[in-house]
């Protein structure tokens, strides 16, 4: 168990619609990364928060949005949900910026 | 951008065989991470290194900075090890991750 938690494990929606996946750091864990792998594309960053604030992007779409509250939880919000949005997405934590990162067990997302 | 390459793609073994999986990228770099996923999904981070050489239990990984490259080795290999093993390094400009494609193990009985 790598202490991150990410909710749900699971979720099955339709085209167009909008969802929220969850995502509690480790304890004292400062910084939160969002990761999607899919089967063409492989495992890619999206983005990360330090401490509250925004501190990098990737490949992030514009109809993806995060943001990470007060107790260092964060939340990816993925709207107007398309057929290739189908895949797992992965949440870690490190206590710093560029030390080691966990990862959590991922929520498998299946747009239909 | 850091490119990342894994080799092999695929790799298939018997039980006790010793492992290595090989990793470059393209950029200078501060740290590499070597992941292990297992057929769940999971993803469990094996080693963050910087130069040298780093143990755990029966994984090696060691890191040559001036060459750009990375091995992980696996000695006395069992089957509990079959994994899809991922090298990733931190992109550039970004402090995210970028990942090599993995190495799909399969270690036979």
């Known amino acids: 168990d790598s202490g991150v938690t990410q909710t749900p494990k699971h979720l099955i929606t339709a085209t167009g619609q909008r969802v929220t996946l969850r995502c509690s750091p480790r304890?004292?864990?400062?910084?939160v990364y969002w990761y999607q792998q899919s089967l063409d594309q492989g495992l890619q960053f999206l983005i990360q928060?330090?401490?509250?604030?925004?501190?990098a992007k990737g490949n992030i779409l514009e109809r993806f949005s995060a943001q990470q509250f007060p107790d260092l939880h964060s939340e990816l919000n993925l709207s107007s949900l398309e057929l290739g949005d189908s895949a797992l997405y992965f949440c870690?934590?490190?206590?710093?910026?560029?030390?080691?990162?966990?990862f959590g067990q991922g929520t498998r997302l299946t747009v239909v | 951008k850091n490119e990342v390459e894994q080799s092999p793609q695929n790799l298939t073994a018997q039980e006790g065989e010793f492992i290595t999986i090989n990793c470059s990228y393209s950029?200078?770099?501060?740290?590499l991470h070597w992941l292990q996923q297992h057929p769940g999904g999971g993803i469990v981070s094996l080693f963050m290194?910087?130069?040298g050489k780093k143990k755990h239990g029966r994984l090696i990984a060691t890191i040559n900075i001036q060459e750009k490259h990375s091995s992980l080795h696996i000695t006395a290999s069992h089957p509990r090890d079959s994994a899809v093993y991922i090298c990733?390094?931190?992109?550039?400009?970004?402090?995210?991750?970028?990942f090599g494609k993995g190495t799909h193990l399969i270690i036979q009985p």
């Open positions: 870690a934590s490190s206590h710093f910026e560029r030390t080691e990162a966990f």
């Open positions: 304890s004292g864990d400062l910084s």
């Open positions: 928060y330090y401490n509250g604030e925004e501190r």
């Open positions: 950029v200078g770099i501060s740290a």
């Open positions: 290194l910087s130069s």
């Open positions: 990733a390094v931190p992109g550039g400009g970004a402090d995210g991750l970028t």
